[in-house]
Protein backbone atom coordinates (compact mmCIF):
# COMPACT_ATOMS: atom_id res chain seq x y z
CA UNK A 1 0.00 0.00 0.00
CA UNK A 2 1.40 3.36 -0.68
CA UNK A 3 1.60 5.17 2.07
CA UNK A 4 3.82 7.47 4.33
CA UNK A 5 4.67 6.46 7.73
CA UNK A 6 5.82 8.48 10.91
CA UNK A 7 6.90 7.81 13.78
CA UNK A 8 6.52 7.96 16.82
CA UNK A 9 2.76 8.85 16.70
CA UNK A 10 2.71 10.37 20.11
CA UNK A 11 5.80 11.80 22.21
CA UNK A 12 6.01 13.57 25.64
CA UNK A 13 9.40 15.07 26.36
CA UNK A 14 10.83 17.20 28.62
CA UNK A 15 12.29 20.34 27.42
CA UNK A 16 16.51 20.21 25.98
CA UNK A 17 15.93 16.11 25.33
CA UNK A 18 16.91 15.89 21.80
CA UNK A 19 13.94 13.90 19.47
CA UNK A 20 13.81 12.74 15.96
CA UNK A 21 10.41 11.93 14.45
CA UNK A 22 10.97 9.69 11.48
CA UNK A 23 9.10 10.09 7.72
CA UNK A 24 9.34 7.00 4.98
CA UNK A 25 7.32 7.12 1.95
CA UNK A 26 7.21 3.74 -0.48
CA UNK A 27 5.99 5.59 -3.34
CA UNK A 28 9.44 7.06 -4.72
CA UNK A 29 8.43 10.88 -4.57
CA UNK A 30 11.10 12.81 -4.77
CA UNK A 31 9.25 15.66 -2.88
CA UNK A 32 8.85 15.69 0.63
CA UNK A 33 8.12 18.11 3.39
CA UNK A 34 7.30 18.68 6.82
CA UNK A 35 4.63 20.90 8.54
CA UNK A 36 2.98 22.07 12.17
CA UNK A 37 -0.35 22.18 12.49
CA UNK A 38 -1.44 24.22 15.57
CA UNK A 39 -5.30 25.57 16.52
CA UNK A 40 -6.29 28.88 14.67
CA UNK A 41 -2.97 28.62 12.34
CA UNK A 42 -3.51 26.25 10.02
CA UNK A 43 -0.29 24.12 8.47
CA UNK A 44 3.06 25.39 8.26
CA UNK A 45 5.56 24.18 6.61
CA UNK A 46 8.83 23.81 8.34
CA UNK A 47 11.44 22.10 5.88
CA UNK A 48 10.85 20.37 2.42
CA UNK A 49 13.59 18.40 0.42
CA UNK A 50 13.39 18.30 -3.87
CA UNK A 51 15.55 15.51 -4.09
CA UNK A 52 18.18 13.35 -1.68
CA UNK A 53 20.61 15.82 -0.20
CA UNK A 54 18.81 18.99 -1.07
CA UNK A 55 16.80 20.66 2.01
CA UNK A 56 14.95 24.07 1.82
CA UNK A 57 14.07 25.91 4.99
CA UNK A 58 9.54 26.69 4.77
CA UNK A 59 7.94 28.93 6.69
CA UNK A 60 8.90 28.49 10.39
CA UNK A 61 12.04 26.55 10.45
CA UNK A 62 13.48 27.52 13.70
CA UNK A 63 14.58 24.97 16.17
CA UNK A 64 14.30 22.38 13.56
CA UNK A 65 16.87 20.08 11.06
CA UNK A 66 15.96 17.76 8.30
CA UNK A 67 18.26 15.09 6.66
CA UNK A 68 18.04 13.86 3.21
CA UNK A 69 20.05 11.14 2.92
CA UNK A 70 18.18 8.66 0.98
CA UNK A 71 15.18 9.36 -1.28
CA UNK A 72 12.55 7.37 0.93
CA UNK A 73 13.93 8.87 4.18
CA UNK A 74 13.04 12.62 5.70
CA UNK A 75 13.66 12.95 9.59
CA UNK A 76 12.49 15.84 11.56
CA UNK A 77 15.31 16.34 14.37
CA UNK A 78 14.67 18.87 17.30
CA UNK A 79 17.92 19.27 18.87
CA UNK A 80 16.62 21.41 22.23
CA UNK A 81 12.86 21.13 21.69
CA UNK A 82 11.32 24.23 23.64
CA UNK A 83 7.66 23.93 24.88
CA UNK A 84 6.53 26.08 22.29
CA UNK A 85 7.05 23.17 19.40
CA UNK A 86 4.30 21.56 21.69
CA UNK A 87 2.26 20.47 18.31
CA UNK A 88 0.75 17.90 15.83
CA UNK A 89 3.35 17.34 13.37
CA UNK A 90 2.56 16.15 9.44
CA UNK A 91 5.57 14.46 6.93
CA UNK A 92 4.11 14.71 3.49
CA UNK A 93 4.96 13.48 -0.26
CA UNK A 94 4.98 14.10 -3.57
CA UNK A 95 5.77 13.60 -7.45
CA UNK A 96 7.57 16.83 -8.46
CA UNK A 97 6.19 18.31 -12.16
CA UNK A 98 3.33 19.82 -13.85
CA UNK A 99 -0.29 18.96 -12.43
CA UNK A 100 1.79 17.21 -9.47
CA UNK A 101 2.78 18.39 -6.13
CA UNK A 102 -0.20 16.64 -4.97
CA UNK A 103 0.80 15.97 -1.14
CA UNK A 104 0.30 12.51 0.27
CA UNK A 105 0.61 12.64 4.08
CA UNK A 106 1.61 10.53 6.92
CA UNK A 107 -0.63 10.15 9.84
CA UNK A 108 0.39 12.74 12.60
CA UNK A 109 2.50 12.96 14.95
CA UNK A 110 1.61 14.49 18.05
CA UNK A 111 4.44 15.83 19.87
CA UNK A 112 4.51 17.50 23.76
CA UNK A 113 7.31 19.23 25.24
CA UNK A 114 7.16 19.84 29.10
CA UNK B 1 5.35 35.31 0.53
CA UNK B 2 1.83 33.71 -0.15
CA UNK B 3 -1.07 34.26 2.41
CA UNK B 4 -3.73 32.34 1.85
CA UNK B 5 -7.36 33.33 3.65
CA UNK B 6 -10.04 31.39 4.20
CA UNK B 7 -13.89 31.90 5.49
CA UNK B 8 -16.12 31.16 7.15
CA UNK B 9 -13.77 29.47 9.91
CA UNK B 10 -16.53 27.35 11.15
CA UNK B 11 -19.82 26.42 9.29
CA UNK B 12 -22.84 24.54 10.48
CA UNK B 13 -24.84 23.94 7.37
CA UNK B 14 -27.96 21.41 7.33
CA UNK B 15 -28.13 18.58 5.57
CA UNK B 16 -29.32 19.26 1.82
CA UNK B 17 -28.00 22.33 1.57
CA UNK B 18 -25.86 24.70 -0.29
CA UNK B 19 -22.82 26.32 0.59
CA UNK B 20 -19.70 27.71 -0.65
CA UNK B 21 -16.07 27.87 1.03
CA UNK B 22 -13.96 30.90 -0.05
CA UNK B 23 -10.26 30.65 -0.45
CA UNK B 24 -8.29 33.95 -0.93
CA UNK B 25 -4.38 34.14 -1.52
CA UNK B 26 -2.61 37.17 -1.76
CA UNK B 27 0.01 36.70 -4.95
CA UNK B 28 0.32 34.57 -7.59
CA UNK B 29 0.39 31.00 -6.99
CA UNK B 30 1.06 28.27 -9.89
CA UNK B 31 -1.52 25.93 -8.14
CA UNK B 32 -4.42 26.06 -5.47
CA UNK B 33 -5.44 22.45 -3.82
CA UNK B 34 -7.95 21.46 -1.57
CA UNK B 35 -7.58 19.05 1.29
CA UNK B 36 -9.74 17.12 3.62
CA UNK B 37 -9.11 16.56 7.38
CA UNK B 38 -11.22 14.57 9.22
CA UNK B 39 -11.06 14.92 12.98
CA UNK B 40 -8.03 13.06 14.61
CA UNK B 41 -6.98 12.49 11.03
CA UNK B 42 -4.75 13.15 8.58
CA UNK B 43 -5.18 14.76 5.38
CA UNK B 44 -6.42 14.15 1.76
CA UNK B 45 -6.26 15.33 -0.98
CA UNK B 46 -9.32 16.71 -3.10
CA UNK B 47 -8.83 18.82 -5.76
CA UNK B 48 -5.78 20.73 -7.42
CA UNK B 49 -6.44 23.77 -9.50
CA UNK B 50 -3.69 24.66 -12.40
CA UNK B 51 -5.16 27.07 -14.38
CA UNK B 52 -7.80 30.15 -14.55
CA UNK B 53 -11.19 29.36 -15.06
CA UNK B 54 -10.33 25.47 -13.76
CA UNK B 55 -13.32 23.43 -12.44
CA UNK B 56 -13.12 19.84 -10.81
CA UNK B 57 -16.43 18.24 -9.08
CA UNK B 58 -16.36 15.10 -6.77
CA UNK B 59 -19.84 13.72 -5.74
CA UNK B 60 -21.33 16.95 -3.71
CA UNK B 61 -18.05 19.12 -3.94
CA UNK B 62 -16.74 21.23 -6.85
CA UNK B 63 -13.86 23.56 -6.50
CA UNK B 64 -13.33 26.15 -8.83
CA UNK B 65 -10.27 28.85 -9.26
CA UNK B 66 -10.37 32.58 -10.77
CA UNK B 67 -6.51 33.70 -10.81
CA UNK B 68 -8.01 37.14 -11.53
CA UNK B 69 -9.55 37.62 -8.35
CA UNK B 70 -6.58 35.16 -6.89
CA UNK B 71 -9.75 33.49 -4.97
CA UNK B 72 -10.85 29.37 -5.42
CA UNK B 73 -14.36 28.29 -3.97
CA UNK B 74 -15.43 24.82 -2.86
CA UNK B 75 -18.73 24.33 -3.70
CA UNK B 76 -20.82 21.83 -1.14
CA UNK B 77 -24.42 20.67 -2.84
CA UNK B 78 -27.24 19.10 -0.83
CA UNK B 79 -24.74 18.65 2.20
CA UNK B 80 -24.82 15.05 3.97
CA UNK B 81 -23.56 14.44 7.44
CA UNK B 82 -20.56 12.31 5.86
CA UNK B 83 -18.95 15.94 4.69
CA UNK B 84 -18.34 17.42 7.89
CA UNK B 85 -14.88 17.89 8.53
CA UNK B 86 -12.42 20.47 7.89
CA UNK B 87 -11.28 21.62 4.84
CA UNK B 88 -7.64 23.81 3.92
CA UNK B 89 -7.29 25.29 1.24
CA UNK B 90 -3.37 25.97 -0.21
CA UNK B 91 -1.32 27.41 -2.33
CA UNK B 92 2.48 26.56 -4.05
CA UNK B 93 4.65 28.33 -5.98
CA UNK B 94 7.20 27.27 -8.02
CA UNK B 95 9.99 26.94 -4.82
CA UNK B 96 7.64 24.29 -4.29
CA UNK B 97 6.58 26.07 -0.71
CA UNK B 98 2.98 25.65 0.38
CA UNK B 99 0.74 27.68 2.16
CA UNK B 100 -2.30 26.69 3.79
CA UNK B 101 -5.51 28.69 4.80
CA UNK B 102 -6.25 28.44 8.60
CA UNK B 103 -9.30 25.53 7.60
CA UNK B 104 -13.11 25.18 7.53
CA UNK B 105 -14.43 23.63 9.89
CA UNK B 106 -17.87 22.25 8.59
CA UNK B 107 -20.95 20.66 10.55
CA UNK B 108 -23.34 19.26 8.62
CA UNK B 109 -26.84 18.83 10.88
CA UNK B 110 -29.05 16.25 10.17
Known amino acids: EAQVTQNPRYLITVTGKKLTVTCSQNMNHEYMSWYRQDPGLGLRQIYYSMNVEVTDKGDVPEGYKVSRKEKRNFPLILESPSPNQTSLYFC?????????????FGAGSRLTVL | ELKVEQNPLFLSMQEGKNYTIYCNYS?????LYWYRQDPGKSLESLFV?????AVKQEGRLMASLDTKARLSTLHITAAVHDLSATYFCAGGNTGNQFYFGTGTSLTVIP
Open chain 1, 92 to 104: ASSLIGAGANVLT
Open chain 2, 27 to 31: TTSDR
Open chain 2, 49 to 53: LLSNG
